[in-house]
């Protein structure tokens, strides 16, 4: 059973946005903290923001001021706004608990960002 699904990738030029999205099912949502992951290729996949049940957000420094980490408890929806995307944020991004440990990952979101 899918349990996490996460969608709103695309390409995008330098200096764009970008809105992901991550459905959840109940189970995953009411661990608590979650979080958007990314791997690169040939990169080991990296937390890129986590939220608190109650919102508390923390942020990688390369993202920090340009992304924005929310959640909606009742949708059991993560988002992820990606304000003034650089090159090197090319990467798929994937959604989960605060872990380790995780729950079975899904299948990400590309984002690529090339002019």
């Known amino acids: 059973q899918v349990q996490l699904v996460e969608s709103g990738g695309g390409l995008v030029q330098p200096g764009g946005s970008l809105r992901l999205s991550c459905a959840a099912s109940r189970s995953i949502f009411s661990i608590g903290a979650m979080g958007w992951y990314r791997q690169a290729p040939g990169k080991q996949r990296e937390l890129v923001a986590r939220?608190?049940?109650?919102?508390?957000?923390n942020y990688a420094s390369s993202v920090k001021g340009r992304f924005t980490i929310s959640r909606d408890n009742a949708k059991l929806t993560l988002y992820l706004q990606m304000n003034s995307l650089k090159p090197e944020d090319t990467a798929a991004y994937y959604c989960?608990?605060?872990?380790?440990?995780?729950?079975?990952w899904g299948q990400g979101t590309q984002v690529t960002v090339s002019s």
């Open positions: 989960n608990v605060d872990g380790p440990p995780f729950r079975p």
């Open positions: 939220i608190s049940s109650g919102g508390n957000t």
